[in-house]
């Protein structure tokens, strides 16, 4: 009970809620003015005005949020407009329909933002439909009222805004952290469940892919807005918690672990139980922090933290006096990088803990003004960048082709049948119909399953009572409640707007059953007919449209690996670029899982090569992993000179990142010029560490038992580095050979 408390205390102070409240707010409250005025008539355009255009109210910097909902404002107008007049001419209107459906939804190429307005102007086109205007007159009135909606709907947003200027931040804030403590978890679980690790990675893809959406959309509130306007207190905090929480999803990244020679070093897991159970204790405390940040509670202590970090340490201690040296030399060296790089998520987790805690000095936050324009994505709003989508190469321009279709088909259906509310029909497919084949029949079900829980509990409530004022009370809260959730659990949200618009209804039409009846049957036709275009109307299969998103993994890994040679030579010059590399690179690998994870939804039969395109995807995972490892250490240790054998195995590598992808593009590779013969530098590089172990066994021998911080730095370095590139090296040859074999696929 406590636990459901407080999951209901969450979601009650989430962002979620906020914005149902609001939307609300913004539809309820000119049916109750006007209404009170004496001008209710006057209401419904303005209600429909403000309704369009919530979706371009999308967290950001407030002039791309008023930018979004004044164009969404226009666009809903003009569609609007066209539907109205050209309603009563059939086939003129099957022309405007399928020019507004095409047009609008390939406004999506530009981005998330982009996608919401476009949906704003299907939804105008599709709710279009239900309103009956004759003259021009009356078109113009209405178009016009709609207008004063839309500006009404920004007031309030701006309004609710300025009421809670912190709420967006905290919100994402929060997700962030939640999410990186179930990749912590995620983690913690791979170093010991050997017979699980394959479908493990691939939830490890989707959290990855989850936590940089979260990053680029923090960057854009914490950095572009503070940019124009300068930063307060509260700024400070949250842009440390972001640094913070980027710096512990680099330290996860780069303790991507060679698996098998983890179980090669442990065939008795109890060694890495003390790793394993630090990584779980600060999954759960990050997790609280994720719940204090929304609550705004006390700040728990980190004890147990500190009581783990203890025991790990005690861990590699008591595995040397088990094993002995030299023989336990190598597990001790992975078990004390482990433990080094725990620490450091120790302690930015440590000085997140500090600045919710307000303590002195813990927001003091060193990223210079000057250091933040680089760190943001911004989308290009140029015109040919839907020039470059009109080919049947892109997937958008393919969706756009087939959501046109599928409305086309869904309209001439209902009216040759005679299907009453045909727009139903046509609004399921344009919430339902997505890009990929494997969303839209999720999200299909979704809607199926939630239409038909929400009509079975508006038939439960309209047996029990037909009291308006209950009707009337329960359309506000399963209105708010729906758009609280509709991001987080589509299929209650679409069983809350079966309850909202069956007792909408029910205000108007007395036959409540009649509506559920039509809300039903609209819905399965929609559902049905979104399912079968998706499968049969130009589909686009993941498994041939990997090709762009790979180069571009390939490439920016290529260059976050350059990125980190030159940290290597001077870090106080180089750590601005490498952080750059890192976060592009970081992106890259997240679009490639994103895609990866559409391609796990398309069907069995189009999964073409499956196992070798998840090799791809591992193999582009664990270098990204073993790069960020190198970083990772030169950031936070002291190192020796870098070694021309380390560059010449850089390069290497490098050039066969290349090369690869030459191969995906089918162009011609220029291979560069190696100075050096790169088995020999791999078996310097190696030696450098077998001479490091000799000398230290020597000093044993001699009785020298204390190990100086020195010699372990420059052990853990030897071992490391060494480690690290032949393991690239032998990475960059799979993907090379795995590129050829992909080549054929194309």
């Not at 009370?473 to 959730?485: C, D, P, Q």
């Not at 990997?546 to 180089?574: F, I, P």
Request: net charge positive.
């Amino acid at each position: 009970m406590k636990a459901q408390l407080k999951n209901i205390e969450i979601f009650l102070k989430s962002s979620h809620f906020y914005k149902g409240v609001k939307l609300t707010f913004a539809v309820v409250s000119p049916l109750v003015i006007l209404s009170y005025l004496g001008l209710f008539e006057y209401s419904h355009p303005i209600v429909m005005g403000a309704f369009l255009n919530a979706p371009g109210d999308v967290p950001g910097s407030l002039k791309r949020k008023v930018n979004a909902i004044l164009i969404s404002t226009g666009l809903t107008m003009i569609i609007t407009a066209i539907i109205l007049l050209c309603k009563p001419y059939i086939p003129i209107l099957l022309i405007a329909l399928a020019i507004i459906s095409f047009c609008v939804s390939l406004i999506s190429v530009y981005g998330f933002r982009a996608s919401m307005v476009s949906f704003s102007g299907l939804l105008a086109m599709v709710l279009a439909f239900a309103v009956q205007k004759e003259t021009a007159h009356d078109i113009f009135i209405h178009v016009l009222l709609m207008g004063c909606g839309g500006l009404w709907y920004l007031l309030v947003s701006f309004l609710f805004r300025k009421l809670a200027p912190k709420k967006d931040e905290i919100q994402f804030l929060s997700d962030t952290l939640s999410l990186t403590s179930d990749y912590l978890k995620l983690r913690a679980r791979l170093l010991t469940r050997r017979t699980k690790r394959q479908q493990l990675m691939q939830e490890a893809f989707i959290l990855q892919n989850h936590i940089n959406e979260k990053h680029e959309t923090l960057r854009e509130l914490l950095l572009l807005e503070r940019k124009r306007s300068g930063r307060s207190y509260y700024d400070e905090k949250h842009l440390l918690i972001l640094i913070s929480a980027i710096n512990i999803f680099e330290l996860i990244e780069a303790k991507h672990l060679d698996y098998a020679e983890i179980d090669r070093l442990f065939a008795d897991k109890k060694y890495l139980k003390a790793s394993r159970k630090l990584n779980m204790v600060m999954s759960k405390h990050l997790k609280t922090l994720s719940e204090v940040l929304i609550q705004n509670h006390k700040v728990p202590d980190n004890d147990a933290l500190l009581n783990a970090l203890s025991k790990t340490k005690d861990n590699i201690a008591q595995y040397l006096e088990d094993i002995g040296l030299p023989k336990a030399r190598e597990g001790a060296l992975v078990l004390r990088n482990l433990y080094d790089y725990q620490e450091h998520i120790f302690e930015d987790i440590t000085a997140i803990h500090r600045v919710m805690a307000n303590v002195n000095e813990a927001s003091k936050v060193s990223l210079k003004r000057q250091n933040k324009s680089p760190f943001l994505t911004l989308e290009e709003y140029r015109f040919n960048v839907i020039t470059e989508n009109l080919s049947f190469s892109s997937t958008l321009f393919r969706h756009s082709l087939r959501l046109t279709t599928a409305l086309l088909f869904a309209f001439i259906l209902g009216t040759l049948l005679d299907i009453q509310n045909t727009y139903w029909i046509l609004l399921t497919l344009i919430v339902i119909m997505r890009p990929n084949y494997g969303l839209t029949k999720e999200r299909s079900k979704d809607r199926t399953i939630g239409t038909l829980i929400g009509a079975a509990v508006a038939i439960g409530i309209v047996l029990l009572t037909q009291n308006v004022v209950v009707y009337s009370v329960l359309a506000i809260i399963s209105l708010t409640l729906s758009f609280a959730l509709i991001q987080q659990n589509y299929k209650s949200a679409a069983a809350l707007i079966t309850i909202n618009i069956v007792f909408v209804y029910s205000l108007i039409n007395p036959d409540a059953f009649q509506v559920i009846q039509y809300r039903v049957i609209d819905t399965l036709i929609g559902a049905s007919i979104a399912v079968v275009a998706n499968y049969t109307l130009w589909p686009s299969w993941e498994a041939l449209n990997l090709k762009n998103v790979l180069v571009d993994a390939l490439n920016k890994n290529r260059k976050y690996l350059l990125a980190t040679q030159q940290l290597y030579y001077d870090k106080k010059e180089n750590e601005l670029s490498y952080k750059l590399a890192r976060k592009e690179a970081f992106l890259a690998i997240s679009n490639l899982n994103a895609a990866f994870q559409r391609l796990t939804q398309d069907p069995k039969s189009k999964q073409k090569e499956f196992q070798l395109i998840y090799g791809m995807v591992t193999l582009n995972q664990t270098m990204v992993s073993a790069i960020a490892s190198i970083g990772s250490f030169i950031i936070n240790h002291q190192t020796t000179p870098a070694s021309k054998e380390f560059d010449a195995l850089i390069l290497k590598i490098a050039s066969t990142l290349q090369v690869s992808c030459s191969i995906l593009d089918n162009v011609d590779a220029i291979a560069e010029v190696h100075t050096m013969d790169i088995e020999k530098a791999k078996e310097k590089l190696l030696q450098t560490y077998h001479s490091l172990s000799k000398m230290r066994d020597e000093a044993i021998e001699k009785g020298e038992t204390t190990l100086d911080i020195e010699t372990l730095h420059h052990l853990q370095e030897a071992y490391l580095i060494s480690n690290q590139l032949v393991w690239l090296k032998t990475l960059s040859d799979n993907l090379k050979k795995a590129s050829l074999k992909y080549r054929k696929l194309l």
